[in-house]
């Protein structure tokens, strides 16, 4: 989906070319052709392709905002993983989405997304991939006057169709920190597959504060079986022009269903975790 380009925790970056095309009225043409992923393991990480992904990989994303009420969006996204280790992310994935706003009173608004993508095995690919992507969001927003300057409350469902194998819609060049839940118990897609159920609370302070508040549902897409919820949490406050102070919070807790307990051991999914993070952000 959109944010298959960016990484979390340590920096991750891309060998790469990328040619940019405004030409067209309202409509934005983004292509990038990648040879090497610098992970976000480290340089030095022993493990096979964990310090970088050796890549063939074709990117193409195209944007139309010439509609009031929405922003179109296409995409194609060809990687092909040219070691053995990581053949089995090798996908061709195909997309749309369509997003945008419309005010409904004075300082209200609506917001909406939608958007579905199909996943398919490509190129060196071992396995056969044919899983499919779904979200669909609607929220509210307001314009306050006093000690709250904004609002927003969001609903969301998200599905990413799993098999019970290896036939799952995977993101392996996402931020997948920024997705199903702070505690990072789905970076990787399970083999059941996952649907989140969400809502998110957005507020701007008049003192410049803002605060996230985000409760997930997780439940298994093929199967019919709960993972858990968790609570997120994020906090941060301007310190100056240029420097921002923050705590974030994430609390999953597992579901104690036997299929649950007996499928998901490995890959964390069946435990607690609780994690928190201090931080300043410093940007020019």
Request: no cysteine; aromatic share 18%.
């Given at each position: 989906m959109s944010a298959i380009f960016c990484g979390d925790k340590n920096w991750q970056s891309f060998d790469a070319v990328r040619a940019i095309n405004l030409s067209i009225p309202h409509t934005l043409i983004d292509y990038a052709y990648v040879w090497q992923v610098n992970r976000i393991f480290g340089s030095d990480n022993p493990k096979p392709d964990?310090?970088?992904?050796?890549?063939?990989?074709?990117?193409?994303?195209?944007?139309?905002?010439?509609?009031?009420?929405?922003?179109?969006?296409?995409?194609?996204?060809?990687?092909?993983?040219?070691?053995?280790?990581?053949?089995?992310?090798?996908?061709?994935?195909?997309?749309?989405?369509?997003?945008?706003?419309?005010?409904?009173a004075p300082k209200t608004k609506w917001l909406y997304t939608g958007e579905y993508a199909k996943q398919l095995d490509f190129a060196n690919n071992p396995y056969v991939i044919d899983a499919d992507y779904w979200l669909?969001?609607?929220?509210?927003?307001?314009?306050f006057d006093g000690w709250v300057q904004n609002a927003g409350l969001k609903v969301s469902t998200e599905y990413l169709t799993g098999q019970g194998g290896g036939n799952t819609f995977q993101?392996?060049?996402?931020?997948?920190?920024?997705?199903?839940?702070?505690?990072?118990?789905?970076?990787?897609?399970?083999?059941d597959g996952i649907a989140d159920y969400f809502a998110t609370l957005q507020i701007k302070f008049a003192s410049e504060t803002q605060l996230s508040v985000v409760y997930h549902?997780?439940?298994?897409?093929?199967?019919?079986?709960h993972y858990g919820d968790e609570v997120d949490l994020v906090i941060e406050?301007?310190?100056?022009?240029?420097?921002?102070?923050?705590?974030?919070?994430?609390?999953?807790?597992a579901d104690g269903n036997t299929l649950n307990q007996s499928r998901n051991l490995a890959?964390?999914?069946?435990?607690?975790?609780?994690?928190?993070?201090?931080?300043l952000q410093f940007s020019l």
């Open positions: 964990a310090a970088r992904f050796q890549m063939n990989s074709h990117l193409l994303n195209i944007q139309y905002s010439g509609l009031s009420a929405a922003k179109l969006e296409a995409y194609g996204y060809w990687l092909e993983f040219t070691t053995p280790v990581s053949a089995k992310f090798s996908t061709a994935t195909y997309g749309v989405r369509v997003s945008g706003d419309q005010v409904i669909a969001e609607l929220g509210l927003s307001y314009i993101t392996p060049l996402g931020t997948n920190h920024a997705f199903q839940g702070f505690a990072d118990r789905f970076l990787v897609t399970p083999g549902q997780f439940h298994a897409e093929h199967g019919d079986y406050h301007p310190l100056s022009e240029h420097l921002i102070a923050g705590f974030k919070w994430a609390d999953y807790r890959s964390g999914q069946a435990f607690d975790l609780s994690k928190f993070w201090l931080y």
